[in-house]
């Protein structure tokens, strides 16, 4: 038996090869030349040498070439790594080394960050730069020009022979401690998540329009909007970088039907006075996931524009979608709705125990066809989160007695800004490398536009002298720009408890 993600794209190409299947800006790519493109980039791809199981970088924001890259690495049988297009040089070196690629396909106006992380890490042999003038052929010294490669190259025809279980992508994601790890998803985890969205959650086919302003390089972009509405014949309207204005202007344009966003868009959209209920009439299902949905932002936009958000839940580590309100079904704001089909979840307590009891708090476990099949070469951290078969997400949630599950809180001290995972151990490990920092503790505080804003409370060095604009600064040399803190308190000492661990707790207040 075999499976092999460009299922989707292959079978929509037969079936709708001059149908739109991309739209960015004034150019529009079809089924048949997105196909056609990406066969062309996996015959590329070998004859850079690249073998079966190997593994291509993305680092590339939502343009065309992204899913290009994206399904010509599966015809390559190569899995991809999509890589936060905000990460720095350093950050990206790392990942580069972590995830063993050997290619990476890097847009222009990120090649000076990813020049550096290339330099630095020898076993990734190939830069691959992709131009905004797709008819530019340039690349800098010791590296490929994305357009050549693709008109020199022979298409790889026939359906690569991947077995379900084979790692098709490697999400990045990190957690409390150590650094990040790379999720491998496989081929059937990311076929049947995107065929499931697209025929039991949301009614989406050849019709549907939707707009991707989700990043790509995320699972919830790549699952529910790039995969299945390809897979269905859609067409997917590209926004590289969300704006209100935009946004509302590419939904008026082309009648965008389904729109899939973090919270901070929906309030950004609601807030927008840009943003007339009339330029929006054609959106008939929305979508929120990656941090909780407040609910008076969700009955809000609901009543203003007419629509029903419907929201989700999900991790990486699940292809993304794990839980999901219904259509069928009257949805419960502020819930995360029902487990997904084939999939089944339980609450347990900080002894393993199960909880069966209405509204107790636990950690969700999750156990299902959704569940990555592990971290790449990190066994220590699929033996912490994956116990009897099931995957532990570090997130506490009760249960109502309609089996509807609402998100209370995290284990981990995760912080969500602006549907960003944050991860303060990361943080503080930077601010702990500065010459005045003794202590150092990241903490979340509430934004009503970002959910969450990122604060740092620090203790200084006896006699040493630093502020916090120096403090912030010294963050975003080292950090992606939404990791870095946006208010540093300095303080004499750092509350602790008697083992001398830092009670971020009382910091919070």
């Known amino acids: 038996m075999s499976l092999n993600l460009t299922v989707l794209l292959r079978e929509a190409a037969a079936a709708h090869p001059d149908r739109p299947a991309l739209i960015l800006g004034p150019h529009t790519v079809t089924y048949a030349a997105l196909h056609g493109l990406s066969q062309r980039f996996g015959g590329a791809l070998r004859g850079l040498g690249l073998r079966p199981g190997q593994h291509v970088a993305l680092l590339l924001p939502n343009v065309p070439q992204f899913t290009v890259a994206y399904f010509g690495a599966q015809y390559a049988q190569a899995a991809v790594v999509p890589l936060n297009v905000l990460l720095t040089a350093d950050e990206l070196a790392y990942h580069l080394a972590d995830s063993e690629a050997v290619a990476v396909v890097v847009w222009e106006g990120f090649l000076e960050a990813a ?95 939707a707009l991707c302003t989700l990043p790509l390089f995320h699972s919830f972009g790549q699952t529910v909007i790039q995969n299945a509405v390809l897979g269905a014949g859609g067409t997917i309207v590209l926004l590289p970088r969300f704006t209100p204005d935009d946004a509302v202007a590419l939904m008026k344009m082309h009648k965008v039907t389904l729109f899939a966003g973090v919270p901070t868009m929906y309030f950004a959209l609601l807030h927008h006075p840009g943003a007339n209920p009339a330029d929006l009439a054609s959106l008939t299902h929305c979508v929120s996931g990656g941090a909780a949905m407040p609910v008076e932002v969700m009955r809000a936009f609901d009543e203003r524009f007419g629509v029903n958000i419907l929201e989700g839940y999900g991790l990486s580590e699940t292809s993304p979608v794990a839980s999901f309100n219904r259509l069928d079904r009257p949805k419960k704001p502020g819930s995360i709705g029902l487990p997904i089909w084939g999939v089944e979840f339980r609450l347990v307590d900080g002894e393993g125990e199960l909880i069966e009891t209405p509204d107790t708090p636990g950690e969700i476990a999750i156990k299902g066809h959704n569940v990555m099949k592990g971290y790449f070469r990190r066994p220590e951290a699929d033996a912490e989160v994956i116990k009897d078969g099931w995957f532990h997400t570090g997130d506490v949630a009760v249960r109502d007695a309609d089996g509807f599950y609402f998100i209370v809180d995290r284990k981990k001290d995760m912080i969500i800004r602006g549907g960003f995972n944050v991860y303060p151990r990361e943080i503080e490990e930077v601010l702990y490398g500065h010459p005045a920092v003794a202590e150092a503790a990241v903490i979340g505080v509430p934004d009503d536009r970002l959910g969450e804003e990122v604060k740092a409370v620090v203790a200084l060095k006896p006699g040493a002298a630093a502020d916090g604009a120096a403090l912030i600064a010294y963050c975003r040399e080292r950090l992606a720009a939404y990791k870095a803190p946006r208010f540093v308190e300095i303080i004499a000492a750092l509350p602790k408890g008697p083992t001398g661990k830092i009670l971020k707790r009382e910091l919070r207040g």
């Open 115 to 209: 020049q550096a992380a290339f330099a630095r890490t020898p076993a990734c042999a190939h830069l691959i730069v992709v131009r905004a003038d797709p008819r530019d052929t340039s690349a800098p010294e010791g590296a490929h020009s994305f357009a050549a490669l693709l008109a020199g190259a022979a298409p790889i025809t026939e359906m690569p022979a991947s077995a379900p279980d084979d790692t098709a992508v490697l999400l990045y994601t990190s957690g409390t401690t150590g650094r990040s790890k790379g999720a491998a998803l496989t081929h059937f985890n990311l076929f049947f998540n995107a065929h499931y969205v697209r025929t039991q959650l949301l009614p989406i086919g050849p019709q549907t329009v």
